[in-house]
């Protein structure tokens, strides 16, 4: 009997011990998953607050961004064009260097591109039916930057047109740096280093570099003069604005270009800039540093109504101290940014509508 019993008993002893087991497993199985329900709210919970971040950090973004142009009123910022919307664009070191109103200068030299867009004024010239042409050469091999060639054209075109005066000789233009050094040198062995340094700039620091600059005179009855010594040839100085020229050298600035009165050598800038530097009597010196102190982008911004029928809206933007510079441009309008050689951009805007560039 009692072996009976304890046999009955350790039958019944697995039974309780299968039966906790099971228990056992049921709990571990159960907190397993309230485990993994637990670690997966957790998740989802910190997925949203990262949500929520970010979509905060997007916002903060977008406010700074709209924030960026300045909060002032449009009429004492212009015409307020950034307020209708803008864009940013980044700039290149290289592009410091490029552009209708790179500054060359002593201190300031020019940076050869790898590449440049030359056209020789021979072939470049128009031919009338005559055989007329609106100007002369001093020879077969001298060249321009294509666009400035095409204004060149149309200036002396239209002054020849008007008044059948066919006597304007350009006597250089572009220059590498190896022939600016022969004139150098030329005219040190000459006249002295001292008297050179009056007239011709250091090989590498003159603006014939930049194929934007040449050397204009008058050649008529078998003599060269200069355009102020004719009177029908003035037109030019009056007129040479209107296609984006500027008289470079004015006897009056020499202290501030460290040039001495050059009566023929004429730079192209650019309509708007060459308007008003004309209008306002100032060299490109004066001018750059007009725009760089009184009219940069976070600043009162320059607007004027030129004589092409254009209105312009003109700021300044340095440059950055390393790396690519940002700036602001408003959408919706053309314009144009060049570098000025030396620390930062110029951002030209025609306000009078048309499609950005």
């Known amino acids: 009997m009692n072996n009976g019993y304890r046999a009955w008993n350790r039958g019944g002893g697995r039974s309780r011990r299968k039966r906790r087991q099971r228990m056992m497993k049921t709990v571990i199985?159960?907190?397993?998953?309230?485990?993994?329900?637990?670690?997966?709210?957790?998740?989802?919970?910190?997925?949203?607050?990262?949500?929520?971040?970010?979509?905060?950090?997007?916002?903060?973004i977008l406010k700074e961004t709209e924030t960026i142009a300045p909060e002032t009123n449009p009429e004492?910022?212009?015409?307020?064009?950034?307020?209708?919307?803008?864009?940013?664009?980044?700039?290149?070191?290289?592009?410091?260097?490029?552009?209708?109103l790179i500054l060359v200068r002593s201190g300031a030299p020019y940076v050869f591109p790898e590449e440049t867009d030359l056209k020789d004024l021979y072939t470049g010239r128009k031919k009338y039916e005559n055989g007329a042409r609106?100007?002369?050469?001093?020879?077969?091999?001298?060249?321009?930057?294509?666009?400035?060639?095409s204004k060149l054209n149309e200036m002396t075109e239209t002054f020849f047109e008007l008044t059948g005066e066919?006597?304007?000789?350009?006597?250089?233009?572009?220059r590498s740096y190896e022939s600016q050094k022969e004139i150098f040198d030329y005219r040190v062995?000459?006249?002295?280093?001292?008297?050179?340094?009056?007239?011709?700039?250091?090989?590498g620091e003159s603006e014939h570099h930049t194929a934007m600059a040449f050397d204009m005179s008058v050649y008529k009855d078998g003599a060269n003069t200069y355009i102020e010594d004719e009177e029908e040839y003035l037109w030019i100085y009056e007129n040479a604005h209107k296609y984006?020229?500027?008289?470079?050298?004015?006897?009056?600035?020499?202290?501030?270009?460290?040039?001495?009165?050059?009566?023929?050598?004429?730079?192209?800038?650019?309509?708007?800039?060459?308007?008003?530097?004309?209008?306002?009597?100032?060299?490109l010196e004066e001018y750059l540093e007009l725009l760089k102190n009184e009219h940069s982008y976070d600043?009162?911004?320059?607007?004027?109504?030129?004589?092409?029928?254009?209105?312009?809206?003109?700021?300044?933007?340095?440059?950055?101290?390393?790396?690519?510079?940002?700036?602001?441009?408003?959408?919706?309008?053309?314009?144009?940014?060049?570098?000025n050689n030396t620390d930062g951009f110029i951002v030209t805007v025609n306000i009078s509508g048309g499609e950005e560039q």
């Not at 015409?79 to 209708?100: A, C, P, R």
């Open 189 to 203: 062995e000459r006249d002295g280093k001292e008297e050179a340094l009056k007239y011709v700039a250091l090989p």
């Open 299 to 339: 600043g009162i911004h320059l607007t004027f109504d030129a004589d092409d029928g254009n209105s312009y809206e003109i700021y300044y933007v340095p440059a950055a101290d390393k790396g690519e510079t940002e700036i602001i441009l408003p959408s919706g309008y053309e314009y144009t940014v060049s570098g």
């Open 244 to 283: 984006g020229f500027v008289l470079r050298y004015p006897e009056s600035k020499a202290d501030i270009t460290g040039i001495a009165y050059e009566a023929w050598h004429f730079r192209y800038v650019g309509v708007p800039h060459a308007y008003y530097m004309y209008k306002e009597g100032l060299v």
């Open 166 to 174: 066919g006597g304007l000789l350009i006597k250089s233009a572009y």
């Open 76 to 100: 004492d910022t212009a015409s307020g064009i950034l307020k209708e919307g803008f864009i940013t664009k980044k700039l290149t070191e290289k592009q410091l260097h490029e552009g209708d």
């Open 29 to 60: 199985l159960s907190l397993i998953v309230a485990l993994i329900i637990a670690a997966s709210v957790i998740f989802l919970f910190t997925l949203k607050r990262l949500g929520e971040n970010a979509k905060d950090k997007e916002t903060d």
């Open 134 to 149: 609106a100007y002369q050469i001093s020879s077969t091999d001298i060249e321009l930057d294509s666009f400035i060639l």
